[in-house]
Nanobody, 118 residues
């Protein structure tokens, strides 16, 4: 069974922090890259950050300096650390797995809600 599970969302005040976790299992666990996407109100889903199994990472410009991505191989978990949260960061955050040998992100989680309040 292929599964990607996100957790760590919640309600936080502006300026606060959250750490999202992503655990891929089954075929999704044999990944080349894991990425975070988000869908904020009124917008289409957008890329946020990605990390490769080799540790190379990238962060989208609009959140650079506030968000970071990391992985814990022992726990098979990828994290999205979000600091200095803004109201416009409110949305559903999705984790996706790009399997080895594939060109795109094929396995997606259900999403975790992040709500930033004033």
């Amino acid at each position: 069974q292929v599964q990607v599970t996100e957790s760590g969302g919640g309600l936080v005040q502006a300026g606060g922090s959250l750490r999202l976790s992503c655990v891929p299992s089954g075929r999704a666990s044999n990944w080349l890259a894991i990425a975070w996407f988000r869908q904020t109100p009124g917008k289409e889903r957008e890329y946020v950050a990605q990390i490769s199994r080799y540790g190379n990472s990238a962060i989208e410009d609009s959140v650079k300096g506030r968000f970071s991505i990391s992985k814990d191989n022992a726990k098979n978990t990828v994290y999205l650390q979000m600091d200095g949260l803004k109201l416009e960061d409110t949305g559903v955050y999705y984790c996706a797995s790009r399997p080895l040998g594939e060109d795109d992100y094929q396995y997606w989680g259900q999403g975790t809600q992040v709500t930033v309040s004033s």
